[in-house]
């Protein structure tokens, strides 16, 4: 069974960058889709980018043209985030999909946090 783990939270300032990683664990035959999603204080955690098994990508409006999803190899990804805004900061969860079972891991959670 795959399972998720990311890190690369942090505090940055307003128009700073992260890039945060995000590990599948299992074996790397069942991995299909993996994401990121946040969720701010009171909000319902959302998507913010995900990538496909066949690196097709897609993103939240609100990071399109400043944050970047990869594939580094089949079980690793990574978010690139630019240009960052307050309004970003949440806890970023990664999750990563099984592509027989279609069991969803997610990760324990990071959190970024951007100062105005």
């Known amino acids: 069974q795959v399972q998720s783990m990311e890190s690369g939270g942090g505090l940055v300032q307003a128009g700073g960058s992260l890039r945060s990683p995000c590990a599948a664990l299992g074996k790397t035959f069942s991995i299909g889709s993996m994401g990121w999603y946040r969720q701010a204080p009171g909000k319902q955690r959302g998507l913010v980018a995900a990538?496909?098994?066949?690196?097709?990508t897609n993103y939240a409006d609100s990071v399109k043209g400043r944050f970047v999803i990869f594939r580094d190899t089949v079980n690793m990804v990574y978010l690139q985030m630019n240009s960052l805004k307050p309004e970003d900061t949440a806890v970023y969860y990664c999750?990563?999909?099984?592509?027989?079972?279609?069991?969803?891991?997610w990760g324990q959670g990071t959190q970024v946090t951007v100062s105005s």
């Open positions: 999750a990563a999909d099984d592509k027989y079972t279609g069991f969803r891991s």
């Open positions: 990538i496909s098994s066949n690196d097709s």
